[in-house]
């Protein structure tokens, strides 16, 4: 909403520069001179052609001018609105970068995960692989003891 009225308030003061308020005394004048030479017939003609063609002046003097303002306004403008477009532009980049970094980040742990689970599941194929081994030399051996006769002394005397 901020931004809104931002923009609001700069297309306001842009417009506003555009205005000439001479510009408009200038081409009320000129009209007017022509009005008056139009009008005033009790006036020579000399009089009144010089009345016109001041008011002519007067007119194209304060269309030029006028033009110069609304061309100043609308650079201004221009250049504010690439301004704006340049700052969008980095604010964009900087997110999409934040986002790549954390893309990479979370691959980064995704990896060591993968890293930890395949080394896991490493260990507990090692340990079934013991197990059943032992479980096929105990199937072997099924009255055979589990120590030996002086492991088994030492175990009692405790």
Partial sequence: ???HLASVASLL????????LVAALAGLGGVGL?????VAAWLPA??????IGAGILLLAGAALYQ???AKGAHDAFALDAARELQRERDRAAAA?????RQVAAA???SASDKARADAAEAAAQAASTRFRDLQRHLSRTPDAGCVSADDARR????
Avoid: I
């Avoid at 022509?34 to 139009?38: K, N, Q, S, T």
């Avoid at 999409?96 to 790549?100: D, G, I, P, V």
């Fill in 1 to 3: 909403m901020a931004g």
């Fill in 13 to 20: 003061s842009h417009g506003w520069a555009a205005f000439s």
């Fill in 34 to 38: 022509v009005a008056l030479a139009l």
């Fill in 46 to 51: 000399w009089l009144r052609h010089a009345l």
């Fill in 67 to 69: 033009a110069g303002q």
């Fill in 96 to 100: 999409l970068a934040e986002e790549r």
């Fill in 107 to 109: 691959a980064a742990v």
């Fill in 155 to 158: 175990l009692r005397g405790l």
